[in-house]
């Protein structure tokens, strides 16, 4: 087991599972164009693309830098393409600097959460970064290129706020809509001390679940201890963007000394 710090870059295509469905063919040569794209421009900036998950790269950088030059580098690239899909394709990109463990040419760990949550906030054409990675990059930008503050948002792990900065170029789109973050919604989803690890196939199907549309109330049984809130916290963070009025938590029984003040 090898730990060490690096900067990662993820990456994936707004609106995919959209374009496959309406547009098929164009889509499949679209998609070996952009594979081609992505993994030249990150290996010659000294990346290495440990995963790809659909249309969806990782890679990791020993040098922050080199992964902003990246990122920039490839939304350049594919903003200038032009493309057979109607449209074009719209990339979203993150990146997160932090220890990871690597193990068979792959990477574990909260560092690797972190920054798929960051990508999850971002839009087509965006390039996000952290604060870890903003300071690992020691000011070193792309040429023209600046950082603009996003301030503090609250990614859907529900643990920490995360200090968000958009990078802006001029070869780059730079308006966008507000960041996709728990703190742009109406909730009163509490912060989590630890983000929820090893639980991904229970929330996807508890998701899917409640977006079926057939599913009014979804029951979660288990032994006391077993994390059923937090797994339910979770659910709910990840479905923030579906209510207009809202997700929130109810706790029950309410306590003594919240009946006194109804």
Known sequence: MDTRTSTFLFTDIEGSTRLWEEQPREMSEALAAHDRLLAETIERHGGRVFKTVGDAFCSAFASA???????????????????????????????HSGPAEERSGDYFGPTLNRVARLLSAGHGGQVLLSEAAREASGGRLPAGSSLRDMGERRLRDLTRPEHVFQLVSPGMASEFPPLKTLDARVHNLPVQPTPLIGREAEVKTAVDLLRGGQTRLLTMTGAGGSGKTRLALQVAA?????????????PWPLSPARHLRR
């Open 238 to 250: 990840e479905l923030v963007d579906d209510f207009q009025a809202g997700v929130f938590l109810f």
């Open 65 to 95: 830098a080199e992964a902003l030059g990246a990122a920039e580098a490839a939304q350049r690239a594919l903003k200038e393409r032009r493309w057979q899909v109607s449209g074009g394709l719209r990339v979203r990109m993150a990146l």
